[in-house]
């Protein structure tokens, strides 16, 4: 008689893609609740490590253009750069609902989840 296996168990048959795997340490590092700003410096290594990098920046737009809220590694690359290497003259970027100063921890935890499907898809969509 075979004894059954629960499936929480099982072996995956198949690696988890790297990809899945800094998601995954993405999404952990958000959820701890630390503050955006304690938090972005460790997403930002995770990010240039899975894609074999040592730099890596988060750029935001604003009503002034594309500048650099976050880097790590010292990229000196300028926002000028960004927008003339990648033809982004409409450069895609995700707004976090405003206001965001009054905002405690679990309201701004909140408005950071809803924007992670937006921030993946301007992330791996090109036209």
Known sequence: MRSATPSSSRRLSKPVPRTLSALAEIAAAIATGETVGAVVPGVLSSVATQLDGTQATLWLRGLDGLRRAWSVAQDATTAEA????????SYPYVVIPHPIASDNDAELRDKAEASVARIVAVLTERD
Do not use: A, I, Q, Y
């Open 82 to 89: 960004v927008v003339e290497l990648n033809g982004l003259k």
